[in-house]
């Protein structure tokens, strides 16, 4: 008897509580911004694609859900020729993302993703990139890196020296 | 030959181990399996001890606790040698190296071509650097424009001098070099350009780093872990390269070398590396055609309309031919032997081609003469090459000849207690000594440097040369002295050294055209084997399945012209053979003419498949299995890299549907090559080893086939989701014990099965000494291939007469020779786009003098007319060619089949 009565009263109080429930669709929950969600492609600050399609993210992905296709353009810069991932296989593990050296692919807090045809759940790159930098601002691969692609001639990168001379004789 | 080795014992890391004594201890502990980080050593290159990596700890006795560090590279194993790998100070001072190489090594690895295959990546990981402490300013290096085979990114090089080793001393180029001093070494060349080594592309595996990757792969680039691999043979010429063929997104993405002790082991050519891109090419043949009429343009067919044309065609009691080809594998051609019958079997090729081939064929079989491997031609110590341009017909026989040339001062450095793999050592005591090495040819090549004599002079007085040795070695040789005293003078010197050496090594081949050429050579070696030498003789043949070719029964080419005047042909089959370069225009359209339908079956469009009235996509080396036979001898099979999805069918399956249909009682039913392997060896049983050495398809390995794929491959549930997101089942592979999936067993496949090499903690090539004995020798289980043809015991004294000279040249009139080039003579690598840029226009070699009489300078232009042919080509000088004798180049792109060697006239443009 005295259990029921605390219970109804326990259960009274609750009127009185703030509510769990969240009404989504009508009001979006907060989630942070290192949420694992849906997978986009960023470009550096100069508004470049960040991908310079070396294959880390296809490899390191457990599920081998990313496909892609390096090439170049006229000035040796890398860029993938197609970027596609599976969604429909994904499981969002944030691999990719952790292997990126280029803070190219990322993943988001968004994942209202649900669709009726499996089919649609195929992303390309044209649903992937970006123009923004996404979470992480400021990194530009290709200043670092020491080839010479347009971005910057040989040695002007950050911490190079001029182009060794390699007719000096000095010792 | 298993001679008992003397073994020292050592001991490393408190173990107790049992090496080889002439080995260096880094080469010992990679071959017992104990990982040592390393970069300068290779095992065919030597030690020289440059990048001081691969530190050990050595010990004075039991009693030393303090030890000092050594190189193992450099360091002699010794019985009772005491080492510790393990060592703490060693290890430190390992990775200490690593990390000063660091300091300067660019951030690179997401764009560098080496990625996912570098040793640096691999060693670096090994010694556990991974973090730069070093903050002060990277290095950098301007880059140079090599050509279109090689990149050049110099920031990632660690001076390890691999590159040049191997390029300058290995291969003997002139035009990579090290330049600049101190921490500013710089390797590349004089100025930008192409790097001009025939081997070239060979850097791409040597270099440890991204320094030189391959500039072909960079434009559909794709990394190690991505390719699907098959092991693969060279297709490009009659040696028989073991290859490494990659396959990504259905297309041929690279060729690296395969290791087959015997034969290649770590290198091949620019050819054979860079000829791949054929298979990808816009030309392809990738459906079935058929021509609505004689000369009309075909139109694509579906598979049961094709069924029922064909049926008109291979109906009974038809005359029906079949014209083979030297470029397709045994199996096709036997195919289409059983198909048409062997009276009406032939081997498209020239007659003179056939005739040549047939007499090298049957003298190797017959004889009791042994043709060499190129290992063994490596260890040749008096080698003589008559007539036969190396460098462009046989690349990789050449390499081998610059290899023997090192006997000679190998022998004296041992003498002198200097361990072979000190190479900077050895070569500095050899300076200038070699072997002797003797070539005979109408004209200079890069090889003439490390010849003890050269002879210059038209086929006929090469021929006379051959006669006279043979004639000084044993006199029992027919033949008539017509030749003058330089001739009997240099022929005593040559017979001699010959006689005297060990393993005297004869070298000829069929691209002269010259039969007396062929026959002096066999002469000698018959000579020398009589007076009991071990003499080897190695022939080049024409291209890779030439000798393959020669042990099915068939004719020549003009003998089909013949068939078809006496009896117009109902179905003429073709099989992968651009006639129009086999012989005149006129005598192939003689028989296109006089056959009712033509059906022909190959990769790439060409004068020939235009005359088809059904044309057939058949499957190049990259998408099927089948076996050739290289010019020792030795049946190599292919495996495929590519699964084709569209029509493209190996050749012997579109015969087998043709058989199908002309034999009723349905005797055949080849479901896959293993069928077709057995029809053949019960057919003619010189084949039977085939069955006997190599695994057929049902061969698995834990029940599982063996994977062409790596553990890392990846995409594989996005690749083709964009044409739907189900995936699809795995493309199956009847006729290999190979599979298109990641699944299986990985390590350790039968030597001829390798896919790939990677073992943990290796992913560069040099992976590839786990699947070794130890480094540079053969292959766990023995190297892939096997012989068909050994010397059958005692000799049978086959002597060939003296042919008749060749008769005096007319006023104005030239002997012309026929040059081939590395690029642009072989059928199928000409079609590849890098290679095409190396590709020169048709010309002319001459002397000076010559030039001069008729007024030409270098790079005038030509009218030549030969043989009723008129063509405009370029005039370059050459002055080793003798007065009154030219060179022609051949079968470069925009050249008709022309018969030289032969007489023809230039005018002037
Ligand atoms: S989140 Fe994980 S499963 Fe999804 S693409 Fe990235 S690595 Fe693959
Ligand atoms: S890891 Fe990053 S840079 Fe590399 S391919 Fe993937 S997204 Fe592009
Ligand atoms: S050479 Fe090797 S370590 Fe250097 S950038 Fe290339 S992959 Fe990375
Ligand atoms: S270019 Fe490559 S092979 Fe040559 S020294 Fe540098 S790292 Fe070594
Ligand atoms: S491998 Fe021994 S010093 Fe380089």
Redesign the pocket.
């Known amino acids: 008897m005295i259990s029921i009565l605390r219970s109804m009263w326990l259960t009274f109080l609750h009127v009185f509580h703030k509510t769990e429930t969240v009404e989504y669709p009508e009001v979006k929950p907060y989630l942070p911004p290192r949420y694992r969600g849906r997978i986009i492609l960023t470009r550096d600050a100069e508004k470049k694609e960040r991908c310079v399609a070396c294959y880390l993210c296809a490899a390191a992905c457990p599920v081998d859900c990313i496909s892609l296709q390096a090439t170049e353009d006229e000035q040796g810069r890398r860029y993938p020729e197609f970027f596609r991932i599976n969604f429909s296989r994904c499981i969002f593990c944030g691999f990719c993302e952790e292997a990126c050296p280029t803070y190219a692919i990322q993943l988001i807090p968004d994942f209202e993703m649900a669709e009726y045809d499996r089919q649609n759940m195929v992303y390309e790159k044209k649903h992937l990139l970006i123009s923004g930098e996404g979470k992480y601002t400021g990194y530009n691969f290709y200043k670092i890196a020491g080839v010479e692609i347009g971005v910057k001639g040989k040695g002007e990168g950050e911490n190079e020296e001029k182009p060794v001379d390699i007719k000096e004789l000095l010792p | 030959m298993s001679l008992e080795v003397r073994m020292v014992k050592i001991t490393i890391d408190g173990k107790y181990y049992e090496v080889k004594p002439e080995k260096n201890l880094l080469e010992s502990c990679l071959s017992i399996g104990i990982d040592i980080p390393h970069?300068c050593f290779h095992p065919a290159l030597g030690s020289v001890g440059a990048c001081r990596l691969c530190a050990v700890k050595k010990f004075r006795d039991i009693d030393d606790t303090k030890g000092r560090i050594v190189m193992s590279c450099m360091e002699p194993v010794t019985e009772g040698l005491i080492v510790s790998v393990d060592d703490p100070e060693a290890k430190a001072f390992r990775a200490s190296v690593i990390e000063s190489l660091m300091t300067n090594h660019p951030h690179d690895c997401p764009v560098c071509d080496e990625g996912g295959e570098c040793h640096l990546q691999d060693m670096t990981v090994m010694t556990g650097h991974n973090y730069r402490r070093f903050d002060f300013p990277k290095r950098t290096y301007n880059n140079q424009e090599l050509g279109p085979f090689i990149s050049h990114e110099?920031n990632?090089?660690?001076?390890?001098?691999?590159?040049?080793r191997f390029y300058r001393d290995y291969a003997g180029g002139k035009d990579l070099n090290v330049y600049a001093s101190r921490n500013h070494v710089y390797?590349g060349r004089h100025e930008d350009g192409p790097l001009e080594n025939e081997y070239s592309g060979n850097?791409v595996e040597?270099?440890?780093?991204g320094?030189?990757t391959d500039k072909t792969l960079k434009r559909h680039f794709t990394r190690k872990w991505d390719l699907s691999n098959a092991p693969s043979v060279c297709v490009h010429c009659s040696v028989g390269c073991n290859t490494i063929a990659s396959e990504r997104y259905d297309s041929l993405r690279r060729i690296m070398s395969r290791y087959n002790g015997a034969v290649n082991r770590y290198f091949i050519c620019d050819r054979g590396r860079f000829g791949y891109e054929f298979v990808n090419d816009e030309k392809r043949i990738e459906t079935a055609q058929i021509s609505p009429g004689k000369n009309k343009k075909p139109e694509p067919i579906e598979n049961e309309q094709l069924l029922s044309s064909l049926h008109q065609l291979f109906s009974r009691n038809k005359k029906i031919i079949g014209i083979g080809s030297p470029r397709a594998s045994l199996e096709s051609n036997f195919a289409l032997m059983s198909l048409v019958g062997k009276e009406s079997f032939y081997h498209g090729i020239s007659k003179k081609e056939y005739l040549l081939t047939k007499t090298v064929s049957d003298f190797l079989q017959n004889s009791g003469v042994h043709t060499p491997s190129l290992k063994q031609i490596e260890k040749a110590d008096a080698i003589l090459v008559l007539g036969e341009d190396l460098i462009n017909t046989a690349p990789m026989i050449a390499l081998a000849l610059r290899q023997a040339a090192r006997n000679e001062p190998d022998k004296e450095a041992k003498g002198k207690g200097i361990p072979l793999w000190n190479d900077a050592s050895v070569r500095e005591l050899a300076q200038d000594s070699r072997c002797p090495i003797f070539i005979a040819t109408p004209f200079n090549d890069s090889l003439d440097e490390i010849s003890k004599n050269i002879f210059h002079a038209s086929s006929a007085e090469i021929a006379n040369l051959g006669y006279a040795i043979a004639l000084e070695l044993d006199k029992k040789v027919p033949g008539v002295k017509t030749w003058g005293k330089d001739i009997q003078k240099l022929a005593g010197i040559i017979a001699l050294s010959l006689k005297n050496a060990k393993n005297p090594l004869i070298i000829s081949g069929v691209s002269s055209g010259v039969e007396g050429i062929i026959h002096s050579a066999l002469n000698i070696s018959m000579a020398l084997l009589s007076v009991g030498s071990n003499v080897m003789l190695s022939l080049v043949l024409p291209e890779c399945n030439s000798m393959g070719l020669s042990f099915l029964p068939g004719k020549s080419f003009e003998e089909a012209v013949l068939a078809a005047e006496d009896k117009e042909i109902d179905t003429l089959v073709v099989l992968e053979n651009d006639l129009y370069r086999r012989a005149s225009e006129e005598s192939v359209n003689e028989l296109f003419d006089r056959s009712n339908h033509v059906v022909v079956l190959d990769h790439l469009i060409n004068k020939t498949t235009q005359k088809a009235d059904i044309l057939l996509p058949a499957a190049t080396f990259a998408e099927s299995e089948g076996t050739i036979v290289n010019n020792e001898g030795r049946a190599q099979r292919f495996y495929k890299a590519i699964y084709s999805k569209n029509q493209v069918k190996e050749s012997w399956r579109w015969i087998e549907n043709f058989l199908k249909i002309s034999d009723e009682n349905n005797s055949v039913s080849w479901n896959r090559l293993d069928d077709v392997v057995d029809s053949l060896v019960n057919e003619l049983p010189l084949f039977s080893k085939l069955k006997k050495y190599m695994p057929d398809a049902d061969f698995r390995m834990l029940n599982s086939k063996i994977p062409r794929q790596t553990m890392r491959y990846s995409g594989r549930t996005a690749m083709n989701a964009n044409i739907t997101v189900s995936e699809p089942k795995l493309s199956q592979d009847l006729d290999s014990p190979l599979s298109f999936s990641m699944e299986g067993q990985q390590e350790n496949p039968p030597s001829s099965l390798v896919p790939f090499y990677w073992t943990p903690g290796w992913n560069s090539v040099q992976a590839m000494y786990n699947y070794l004995d130890e480094p540079d020798a053969s292959m766990k289980g023995g190297d892939p291939g096997v012989r068909l043809i050994e010397p059958s015991g005692g000799s049978k004294n086959i002597y060939f007469n003296q042919a008749k000279g060749i008769t005096e040249v007319q006023k104005d009139e030239w002997l012309i020779v026929p040059v081939y080039k590395i690029f642009g003579s072989d059928e199928l690598s000409s079609v590849s786009s890098s290679i095409l840029q190396r590709i020169q226009e048709p010309f002319v070699l001459m002397n000076q003098k010559d030039a001069d009489m008729i007024t030409l300078n270098d790079g005038d232009y030509v009218q030549l007319e030969i043989l009723k042919i008129s063509l405009r080509v370029k005039v370059k000088i050459e002055n080793s060619f003798v007065t009154g004798l030219t060179g022609l180049s051949v079968n470069l792109p925009g050249m008709p089949f022309i018969d030289i060697p032969g007489f023809g006239k230039f005018h002037k443009l």
């Open positions: 970069f110099m990632r090089c660690i001076q390890c001098y691999r590159c040049v390797f850097l040597v270099c440890p780093t320094v030189f």
